[in-house]
Nanobody, 127 residues
């Protein structure tokens, strides 16, 4: 089975930074796009950022562009989300997910396309 584990969440003041990490099991195939989603209380889960399995392409939702950076180490089966200039509206549970997309350059944004999910890590930004 594929297992996905996130870490790095926590409490930070507005304007601060956090770095989230995502690790897939050692037996996971390399050819997965990796994405970050988040879900705040009372709201639906939304796409945050994604990176293709080749590492050549990234995609971000508009509200985090210029503030968040996604990266990956494909050989280590890891992905990272560097979050800066955090805002209270970024408060949510953040999930790492894997997408078995065929194209090495494609980043999809719909959660139904992602097959494997981590347990989530809480990010809280105080005002």
């Amino acid at each position: 089975q594929v297992q996905v584990v996130e870490s790095g969440g926590g409490l930070v003041q507005a304007g601060g930074s956090l770095r989230l990490s995502c690790t897939a099991s050692e037996r996971t195939l390399i050819r997965y796009a990796m994405g970050w989603f988040r879900q705040a209380p009372g709201k639906e889960r939304e796409f945050v950022a994604g990176i293709s399995w080749s590492g050549s392409n990234t995609n971000y939702r508009d509200s985090v562009k210029g503030r968040f950076t996604i990266s990956r180490d494909t050989a280590k089966k890891m992905a990272f989300l560097q979050m800066t200039s955090l805002k209270p509206e970024d408060t949510a549970v953040y999930y790492c997910a894997l997408d078995p997309v065929w194209s090495p350059a494609e980043v999809r944004t719909t959660d139904d396309d992602y097959e494997y999910w981590g347990q989530g890590t809480q990010v809280t930004v105080s005002s």
